[in-house]
């Protein structure tokens, strides 16, 4: 299938209106008759693109930026300056065009009427996006079977747990056969069995109908099993943007090292001189982090063997979720 872009982000710059609020005793006063406000730049000249297919984690620390980004993709926000495209519409200015488009869950809130029975919200919103009777019927079988939502279609949707609820979003993000979806945290709060049917059905929309993905999240199991591109973003700006691979590669070449060994060791000089990061001991057990691309794990084995003996070994690679952590630190400091 050929591949276009579908979403055109350049020079994107977006600054909310902060009030600063006057302190002291009277200082609530003092806010209602003299508002001050400062500006605070929340995305900082981030640019990039996604082809259609693609399924993309766009992870960053609290407070990133990543929501806000999103909000511009969907039309909600207009850029303080910069492009943003969606299929080659700019949101803010089509919106509804764009909502046709797009599907689009947010854990943290709904799109479905909180009062009304499941069933009837999604056939509202069958009428919003009018979607054809039959595609209607053919993906509400399809997804309230794969979501298992029989049971609770004639539930009114604030009577549903949140694990039912987000089933339910996603089923409503997903009927209209939107052509990306943009799910941010959507799997937050959810159990084990829950976000596994989450996952499942995202692979499946983006494998079989090659929907375009992007995903918020805090969960680096929804990264792995859903995105082969990560772009991450810090204080407004892109710190990475490439393969999930490529990560590991770049930023995962952390090991660590458990050895069991026969008697402790007396000193760790030897070891640290080789160039190693930490060396920890608890009774006979060491564990050695260390940069693969500085030392190799056969150089400390050799070391160690040189002079005690060693019962087990594991070497072990850092885990994503730890890369992600440490590129962040390196942007703190
Ligand atoms: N409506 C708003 N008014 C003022 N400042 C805002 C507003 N919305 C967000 N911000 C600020 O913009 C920055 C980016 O917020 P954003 O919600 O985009 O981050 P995020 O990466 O989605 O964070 P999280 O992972 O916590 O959801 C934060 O410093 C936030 O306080």
């Not at 772009?231 to 090991?255: M, P, Y």
């Not at 640290?272 to 060396?279: A, F, P, Q, R, W």
């Not at 056969?298 to 070497?315: E, G, H, P, R, W």
Request: glycine share 6%.
């Amino acid at each position: 299938m050929e591949q276009q872009t579908i979403i055109k982000v350049q020079n994107l710059h977006k600054q909310y209106k902060q009030m600063i609020r006057h302190e002291g005793k009277w200082g609530g006063l003092q806010d209602l008759v003299n508002r001050k406000h400062k500006l605070m730049t929340a995305v900082d000249n981030v640019s990039f693109e996604v082809e259609s297919g693609e399924a993309v984690a766009f992870i960053g620390p609290n407070g990133a930026g990543k929501s806000t980004v999103i909000k511009m993709l969907v039309g909600v926000l207009a850029p303080t300056s910069g492009l943003v495209e969606v299929e080659g519409r700019i949101p803010h200015g089509n919106r509804l065009e764009n909502a046709k488009r797009i599907g689009v869950v947010f854990g943290q809130r709904t799109q479905l009427f909180w009062d009304i029975p499941l069933s009837e919200s999604l056939h509202l919103a069958r009428h919003m996006y009018k979607i054809p009777q039959q595609q209607f019927k053919e993906n509400m079988l399809k997804y309230s079977e794969v979501l298992g939502l029989h049971e609770y279609m004639n539930v009114a949707v604030r009577q549903l747990s949140l694990g039912q609820r987000m089933r339910a979003e996603l089923c409503a993000a997903l009927l209209h056969n939107p052509r990306i979806v943009f799910l941010d945290e959507p799997t937050i709060g959810l159990d084990v069995v829950v976000k596994e049917k989450f996952r499942s059905l995202i692979r499946d929309i983006n494998e079989k109908y090659h929907t375009t993905i992007l995903l918020t999240t805090h969960d680096m199991v929804d990264i792995e099993q859903l995105c082969s591109r990560v772009i991450v973003i810090d204080h407004g700006n892109i710190l990475f943007d490439g393969k999930l691979d490529q990560l590991k590669r770049d930023f995962g070449s952390e090991e660590k090292m458990t050895l069991e060994m026969d008697s402790k060791l007396d000193d760790f000089r030897e070891i640290y001189e080789l160039g190693v990061k930490s060396v920890e001991q608890e009774d006979r057990t060491l564990q050695i982090v260390y940069d693969n691309r500085r030392v190799s794990s056969s150089a400390i084995i050799s070391n160690i063997l040189s002079s005690y003996t060693v019962k087990d070994l594991i070497v072990q690679q850092i885990e994503i979720e730890e890369i992600i952590k440490n590129l962040y630190k390196n942007r703190l400091t």
